[in-house]
């Protein structure tokens, strides 16, 4: 008999499991039911309208109802919305938005993808300027054509994560102004705090104004009150403060959700109903490095979802291996990316025995003209070296780098494997030892105790309490900028100016990227001393990690200048 299988939002996840169904059963019946006026459009391609990188809302635009239905003989209707699941039945009821009029369907098998909507803040005044998410074309739409047709500069963008971050550049590649508003003491969480400040010092230099730790408080007058007492001007806002799951259809019928109303599924991606899936934005995944269940809003989920349900609906198995969250965007000339938990997300889960690596090696050989910093940290577990996630931002491949310990993530990888690593190499594209090599030796050094270290965010406390700071650069480099207390042994004097370096306190050694600085604690360490630390990431860290903060604060800083190359 002929099935019929019927899904909710024609968009990533639903039109995947159309298009996979079709392909598994020529015979099935495949209707998508989808609200708004596109199916298959690129979401992640939206803020790049912004900017006319994509300069018609067309194009974003990848395939209609009508090429679905010639080509793949699936029934997708836009401006079609599902109401109601009566699952005794097993039927939907579909209003169609314009006319008005309300029919239904029945099902075989129900498949939900419907997303997740942005989170619209009640802000006093705000609707006295347009108000735009950022979840489709006709927003992405929006917000392009009401800039353009009336020359609008000063805009608000509220949330930093991934979709206000990239509206945020791509309004500023335009031309506008660009207010940025997190209310967390950082933006895009899927980075550490530390990492994430050379993020910032890439917006704050490109000319964003960014406000973390605020909230917008009202608008009036085309003026934005922010809640750190900051009045910028205002003629847009773009809402991009996270988002709720469109889950409202899957509780009126009865299917279980979490706390936080995403939609509960196995790992099949089955709901509380037998014969309802459910996928993408909308439901919780199983975290295999957490062992949590929660939401993860990417792309390529949802799509990999899409195929393992319609494979599943057809009997082919699919092993669920879980999810390690694995993502990456660009912010101007820099490229970041992230796989597996942050220290954030650790410290959440009341881990304390992990510790990691961050080191900034170059991404090719550094007499390349391409050759650029990378910083790179690689989250470990103690005492197993199992590996727990890694982070890494730079102008150049940063991606690969990430997606090759994403790649082993899933196989549970250690800091030896990443040091066993056998990757590609010429000068235009790493090292001959690519720097995931280099963090894998890092790390079991660290881990077999063959040094000790201390983080970039640790420094400012080390300045403050008089700790002894060791420079080891050369005086030239010194001379350029440096830690406000550090004094200078380099190197290449080190070995005639041991006697200097105290041994009845804790030393702390570095140079500009921490390589020169280990090569001389070890020095050390040979002669005799025991209480030393390296400071890992060193000069370049430090400058990176302090520079945003000391230009949006009255703080002092703690280096007579910043090192950034
Ligand atoms: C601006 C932006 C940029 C992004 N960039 C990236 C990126 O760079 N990388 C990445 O991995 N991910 C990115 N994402 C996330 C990614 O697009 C989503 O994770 C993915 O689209 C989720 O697929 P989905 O099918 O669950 O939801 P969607 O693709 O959002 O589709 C859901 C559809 O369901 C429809 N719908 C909801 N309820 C009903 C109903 N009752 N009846 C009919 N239709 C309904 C909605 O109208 C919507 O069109 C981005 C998202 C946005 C918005």
Redo the contacts with the bound molecule.
């Keep these: 008999m002929k099935k019929r299988v019927l899904v ?7 039109m ?1 499991t159309a298009a996979r169904v079709r392909r598994l059963d020529e015979d099935a019946e495949v209707i998508v ?4 006026e ?2 298959s459009f690129s ?5 790049y309208h912004l900017s006319d990188d994509i300069p018609s809302s067309d194009m974003l635009v990848l395939m209609t109802p009508e090429i679905m239905r010639k080509r793949h003989n699936i029934d997708a209707r836009v401006h ?4 109601r699941i009566n699952r005794e039945e097993k039927t939907i009821d ?1 209003n169609n938005l314009l006319d008005d009029t309300t029919y239904t369907e029945c099902y075989d098998k129900l498949v939900l ?5 942005a989170r619209m803040l009640p802000i006093e005044g705000i609707d006295s300027v347009p108000v735009f998410a ?3 074309v006709a927003d ?1 739409k929006g917000i392009h054509d009401t800039v353009v047709d009336n020359d609008l500069k000063d805009i608000v963008v509220i949330g930093g994560g ?2 206000g971050l ?2 945020a550049e791509n309004l500023k590649l335009r031309g506008c102004n660009v207010a940025l508003c997190e209310l967390l003491d950082q933006v895009l969480l899927t980075l550490d705090n530390d990492m994430v400040q050379t993020l910032h010092r890439e917006i704050y230099d490109k000319g964003i104004d960014l406000h973390v730790g605020t909230y917008l408080a009202k608008v009036e007058d085309n003026k934005a009150f922010l809640s750190n007492g900051k009045v910028v001007p205002c003629e847009l806002v773009v809402m991009a403060a996270g988002t709720l799951p ?1 889950s409202q ?1 899957a509780e009126d019928a009865g299917l279980e959700l979490t706390e936080r109303k995403y939609i509960k599924v196995d790992q099949n991606y089955k709901t509380s109903d037998p014969d309802i899936y459910a ?4 439901i919780a995944v199983f975290h295999r490095l957490s062992g949590q269940f929660a939401p993860l ?7 990999k979802q ?1 195929r393992a349900v319609a494979d599943h609906i057809y009997g082919i198995p699919t092993m669920n291996t879980g999810y390690i969250g694995s ?3 660009r912010v101007f000339d820099l490229n970041a990316a992230a796989t597996g938990l942050t220290c954030r997300a650790l410290d959440q889960l009341g881990k304390t025995n992990y510790d990691y690596v961050y080191v900034i090696p170059k991404d090719s050989v550094g007499i390349m003209p391409s050759s650029e910093n990378q910083f790179l940290k690689v989250i470990y577990e103690i005492p197993t070296g199992r590996i727990l996630g890694a982070q890494a931002i730079g102008k150049g491949d940063v991606v690969k780098r990430v997606d090759v310990i994403a790649a082993m993530l899933k196989f549970s990888p250690t800091l030896e494997h990443l040091k066993d690593l056998e990757l590609c190499y010429a000068p235009p594209f790493n090292t001959a030892r690519d720097s995931v090599n280099f963090a894998g030796y890092v790390g079991l050094n660290l881990l077999h105790g063959v040094y000790r270290h201390v983080h970039v965010s640790d420094v400012r406390g080390l300045v403050e309490s008089g700790a002894y700071i060791v420079d080891v650069r050369e005086p030239a480099e010194y001379e350029k900028g440096h830690i406000i207390t550090a004094v200078n042994v380099p190197l290449s004097q080190l070995r005639d100016r041991m006697d200097e370096i105290p041994k009845d306190r804790p030393v702390y050694l570095h140079c500009r990227s921490a390589q020169r600085s280990y090569n001389a604690l070890l020095a050390l360490q040979h002669k005799g001393w025991t209480n030393l630390y390296n400071i890992a990431g060193s000069f370049l860290g430090v400058s990176n990690y302090e520079y945003f903060l000391d230009q949006v604060t009255d703080r002092e800083p703690i280096v007579t200048d910043y090192n950034f190359v």
């Design positions: 909710v939002g024609g968009v990533a996840g639903g995947t039911f989808e609200r708004g596109h199916i979401n992640c391609c939206l803020p079609h919305e599902v109401v579909v993808s419907p997303g997740a909507r950022l979840r489709n992405a991934f979709i990239e509206a469109e259809l996928i993408g934005d909308a809003q990417l792309a390529g989920p949802a799509l899409a993502s990456a965007i």
